[in-house]
């Protein structure tokens, strides 16, 4: 009897483990949101200039900027790409290739993104990808890598202001390749406008065409983090608010917003 004392133990200290996990596995969870707004204030990705900015998506300026590019230029590219791998593997999602969006002025024109998070992402996942294009000055689509019929793919994109280069990136790969399924898209920052629903509506639209969004944080959640963290100052705070993405924001017993 002596001799299985240890393997006894062990079973019962490996049941009580799988009995707490099980129940408390809400209070293990990876903490995604502060881990991104960490990235975002050590490399200032998220800033409210003096004076609102033209903006190349919608007619209305913007009052804040969220650049991920700037994470990538603090050299801290691999803490947001293995960010993003870990929340894509919580989804349990299956997939066959990723699939990245961007965009260039023109077809012989680089890329106007600084940086790309998929390629280190198909590294981390070991999975291939390639990359959805848009050509501005044409309105042309193109894919840069292979992409095989039958595949089961990912969209990932970085910030979701209109879901226009997802539901573009979807169409163009279902018109082009056969029995291709895309019903899964992620995103670290969803800046979807509160009058049009914000997070709720940007799931929504995405859904006409098939697709779940998994996104890390919103908006409105972001900005409310950075305020409470003191990267945000309540002059910039209220500045923030006029924005027409964050048309309507509730702010709750905060004086200092007054």
């Known amino acids: 009897m002596i001799q299985f004392l240890p393997l006894i133990v062990f079973i019962i200290c490996q049941t009580i483990t799988l009995i707490i996990t ?38 209305a300026p913007l009052y804040y900027k969220i650049e991920l590019s700037k994470i990538f230029e603090r050299g801290l590219q691999m803490e947001l790409s293995k960010l993003m791998a870990y929340f894509i593997r919580k989804t349990r999602v299956n997939f066959d290739r990723l699939i990245g ?21 198909s590294g981390i996942l070991k999975k291939p990808y390639a990359m959805i294009i848009e050509i501005s000055d044409s309105g042309e689509i193109i894919c840069e890598g292979e992409v095989r019929d039958g595949e089961t793919i990912i969209i990932i994109d970085d910030v979701l202001t ?24 992620f995103t ?14 940007a799931r929504r639209k995405l859904l006409e065409y098939g697709i779940e969004l998994h996104t890390v944080i919103d908006n409105v959640e972001l900005v409310k983090m950075l305020y409470k963290r003191k990267y945000l100052t309540p002059g910039g705070f209220q500045r923030t608010l006029k924005d027409e993405d964050l048309a309507g924001m509730v702010v709750i017993n905060n004086p200092s917003l007054k």
């Open 22 to 59: 099980s129940k408390y596995e809400h209070k293990f969870e990876y903490p995604f949101k502060r881990e991104l707004v960490n990235l975002i204030i050590k490399s200032q990705a998220f800033y409210v200039p003096e004076k609102p900015i033209k903006a190349e998506h919608r007619e």
């Open 101 to 121: 969006v961007g965009g260039r002025p023109s077809i012989d024109k680089p890329t106007r993104e600084k940086y790309w998070v998929v390629p280190l992402l």
């Open 188 to 201: 670290f920052i969803v800046r979807f406008p509160l009058s049009k629903g914000g997070l709720d509506g």
């Open 162 to 185: 209109t879901g226009r280069s997802i539901i573009n990136a979807a169409n163009y790969l279902r018109e082009k390749y056969k029995n291709i399924k895309i019903e899964h898209a």
